[in-house]
């Protein structure tokens, strides 16, 4: 039960990291608003169905489209003129970061919301025990998910420029690539991958303004270990995450399920900082 | 140092010796608050301004300072002041161990360990509370046996200017001239024969000590050390105050401080929207005067002022 509760999450925690992961590999660029982006998410498709009444299965891609256009306009007016400047990416988007949350607490109000579920009932898993037919669709769409973006990345045009440009941005740019406009795309991207994130799992977990930065924590812990810029080592790393906290939250204590994470961070950088997955040399 | 600011430096410290005398008490804490605040956006500017590394643990070691120095003075009774030398060391332990791991791995490391190392350290003060009282709040004892904000004010402003004349002393020491040589040409400076690593990981524990001394002498003001000193709403506002202000500078952040801190004082009127709108604002710097207010002045006024 606390296995496969943790391979579901794992699987989530997967793609929430690989769109950090994605922006770090070719920008350079941390993602610290990530959290704040699966919070709106949720939010969104709760407001989309609740409020206006959308069908919850259209509200969810609607939802995840404006998260979408939300991370190419970050990227357009405040993250592209920071290339280069390691520095001053990571400080704008560590304030955006809280721009979003107080934001979102002023749009959303500070009260967990949960959009409706998609189906009900439980089903019986393999004579075991009864399991949430909910939970069993997130894990099901999240799987499609992972599996278009590595489609995606392996075998598009956008992938390749993607992969070039983080081998070697000038390279990429003498075979013409347009540089911008796949930043761009890709940041749009990751930031589609939280709200995607964010839309699947908000059914299961309310969101609320001041959960975001624990969405965001998880997701950095899964780059490290997976290894930045591994798609791999994002699932790896997603699936170990999972299964230790709701382990550790099961047997240890609920209360410390982030600390976890933490340890698991702080072991990473001990013995093998490049990761499961990354590259020895930086 | 110039001797033209020499004489603009003692200008400003007498001019910081007569607000008790006609402030009220209220704005007298004010001050006392952006002393606090000084101390961390300067020693926070150290690093990030100077080396060019992003530190989200700066509020967390201040929190380290003033819980250690909390709860030795509660449960073991000692004095106010060597608990805040402790608790200085402590925070000086865990910054030179942070750094120690990440910067070799380089700047992103850093900053994705700090943040979380503040949220762990939040989720443990807030679930130790049979120590720490969690989100009710520490209770500790102040440095006075009687009371009196004016005496705190002295004791800020000495603590305060102390920490930056060894700020200054560093930034125009032959380790600031490293600080920044690794700021401006990382490969250069390391092809010269200097250890970028050690230098950065020596700026980091120097700079988290003095915020573990800000938080130390904050809390035994305070007399109520909570969960808020170590958040990262907290950092926000220390980074804010260096950005506003203007990073990389001496003064960028002192000016900052003053500013957004007598500034939040006005906007509280209205609600809590001062963090919406310091975030708005540290936003537009960033993006537009990275230099901050300072360096939008000295332009201006094209002459060298700090």
Redesign the interface.
């Known amino acids: 039960m606390y296995l496969t509760n943790g391979i579901v999450i794992g699987v989530i925690n997967a793609i929430s990291a690989i769109g950090v992961s994605l922006i ?1 590999g070719i920008m ?1 660029v ?1 993602n ?1 608003a990530h959290g704040e982006l699966y919070i709106f998410a949720g939010y969104f498709s709760y407001h989309l169905s609740v409020s206006l009444g959308v069908p919850p299965l259209l509200a969810m891609p609607l939802s995840i489209f404006l998260i979408f256009l939300i991370g190419i306009g970050m990227e357009r ?2 993250i592209r ?1 920071t290339y280069g400047d ?3 990416s ?3 988007t ?3 970061s ?2 979003l949350q ?2 979102a607490l ?1 749009i959303f109000g500070p009260y967990p919301q949960k959009p409706p579920n998609w189906v009900t009932g439980a089903m019986n898993i393999f004579g075991l025990y009864h399991y949430g037919n909910q939970r069993i669709l997130s894990f099901f769409i999240s799987i499609g998910v992972l599996l278009s973006i590595f489609y995606l990345i392996k075998r598009t045009w956008f992938g390749k420029s993607i992969r070039a440009i983080s081998q070697d941005r000038e390279m990429a740019a003498l075979v013409g690539v347009d540089h911008l406009k796949v930043n761009m795309l890709a940041f749009g991207l990751g930031a589609a991958l939280a709200g995607a994130a964010g839309v699947v799992l908000s059914p299961i977990f309310p969101v609320t303004p001041s959960g975001s ?2 969405v ?2 998880n997701a ?2 899964v780059v ?1 270990l997976g290894g ?1 810029g591994s798609l791999k080592g994002c699932v790896v790393g997603g699936l170990i995450l999972g299964i230790l906290e709701n382990l550790g939250a099961a047997y240890i204590s609920t ?2 399920r ?2 976890f ?2 340890i698991i ?2 072991l990473v ?2 013995f093998r ?2 990761g499961l997955f990354g590259q020895k040399t ?1 | 140092m110039g001797n033209k600011k020499l004489w603009i430096s003692f200008a400003f410290i007498i001019l910081a010796l007569f607000p008790p005398l006609f402030l009220s008490q209220y704005w007298l804490h004010v001050m006392i608050i952006s002393l606090f605040y000084v101390m961390m956006a300067s020693s926070w500017n150290l690093i990030a301004g100077f080396t060019g590394q992003v530190s989200f643990a700066h509020a967390a070691f201040s929190g380290m300072g003033a819980y250690t120095s909390g709860m030795l003075t509660v449960y073991l009774g000692l004095p106010p002041w060597l608990g805040i030398l402790i608790g200085t060391g402590v925070a000086a332990l865990l910054g030179f161990g942070l750094g120690y791991l990440c910067i070799r791995m380089g700047g992103i490391y850093l900053s994705l360990t700090t943040l979380g190392f503040s949220e762990i350290l939040r989720i443990i003060i807030t679930n130790e509370d049979q120590w720490t009282r969690g989100t009710m709040g520490l209770q500790v004892p102040g440095f006075f046996v009687e009371y009196s904000k004016t005496s705190y004010y002295y004791l800020f402003l000495i603590v305060t200017i102390l920490l930056l004349i060894v700020i200054y002393k560093i930034i125009h020491s032959e380790m600031g001239l490293t600080f920044r040589a690794v700021l401006n040409d990382e490969v250069a400076a390391s092809s010269s024969g200097i250890n970028t690593v050690r230098v950065r990981v020596l700026a980091f524990a120097i700079s988290s000590a003095m915020s573990g001394l800000a938080g130390g002498f904050y809390g035994h003001y305070l007399m109520l050390i909570t969960p808020d000193v170590p958040s990262l709403g907290q950092m926000f506002l220390v980074l804010a105050m260096a950005v506003i202000g203007g990073m990389g500078s001496f003064a960028g952040p002192i000016v900052g401080s003053f500013v957004l801190e007598i500034l939040s004082e006005y906007i509280r009127v209205y609600g809590e929207y001062h963090v919406l709108l310091f975030g708005l604002i540290a936003l537009a710097m960033a993006r537009f005067a990275p230099e901050g207010v300072v360096g939008i002045l000295r332009k201006k006024w094209r002459r060298e002022w700090a």
Do not use: C, D
Request: charged share 5%.
């Open positions: 770090v350079k941390v610290f007016t405040l003129p390691e520095m001053y990571l400080i704008i560590f304030v955006l809280i721009v107080n934001a002023l930065s624990s965001s924590l950095f812990i490290v930045m209360m410390y982030h600390i994470g933490f961070l702080i950088l001990v900082p490049w930086q």
